[in-house]
């Protein structure tokens, strides 16, 4: 073998071995791109499911603290009523006719909104509403003796009632929670 049939050989492998590379980094290439989109594509899918649920979340919240919001006017107002320390304080007269309810509406209308709703509520958020609802059943008992002509101070119903807005507040607070939005702003 001469010298010429070396380098002829060299030459015939070394463009071989260029060809080969340059096809197996195009093949390597093209799998990253293709892996790369793939889970470029699984992301914005989790990302729009993520924000869709976020938004009918975000729904669910707006139309709860509605009723959640008439509630607490309507047993902060019932409170100042029976305890009738200040005229300044607002009363039932002074509620527009969606909050002043009793308590067995109220319970009534957010019950429906909840279960309109019960998809887009955390396991939190249900133990919260539920409560809200126990402390309400005291409520109902307590307005049946307060129409039936009965003295509201053998039973203490300002606390009652303010007991009711007080879990509302909470409730109020497990929903700003299962969105991660502060809730400092709860008063």
């Known amino acids: 073998m001469n010298i010429l049939d070396v380098f002829t050989i060299s030459a015939i492998m070394s463009a071989i071995a260029t060809i080969l590379g340059w096809w197996l980094k195009s093949r390597l290439d093209s799998s990253i791109q293709h892996e790369y989109s793939k889970l470029l594509e699984q992301f914005k899918a989790q990302q729009r499911r993520s924000d869709l649920l976020h938004s009918e979340r975000l729904s669910a919240l707006k ?48 019950e ?17 509403f539920n409560e809200l609802f126990s402390q309400m059943s005291l409520g ?29 507040n909470d409730v109020m607070s497990a929903l700003y929670q299962d969105l991660n939005l502060p809730d400092e702003i709860i008063t």
Do not use: D
């Not at 887009?120 to 133990?127: A, G, I």
């Not at 008992?141 to 509302?168: H, P, R």
């Open 140 to 168: 109902f008992n307590l307005e049946l003796w307060i129409a039936s002509g009965q003295s509201e101070s053998e039973l203490n119903a300002a606390q009652l009632f303010n007991l009711i807005a007080e879990k509302a």
């Open 63 to 110: 139309a709860l603290a509605t009723k959640l919001l008439a509630l607490r006017r309507y047993c902060n107002a019932r409170s100042a009523e029976v305890r009738n320390e200040s005229e300044f304080e607002p009363r039932t007269e002074s509620l527009s006719s969606e909050e002043n309810l009793s308590l067995l509406q109220h319970r009534q209308q957010i």
């Open 112 to 128: 429906r909104a909840v279960e309109e709703r019960e998809l887009f509520l955390s396991p939190n958020v249900r133990r919260s």
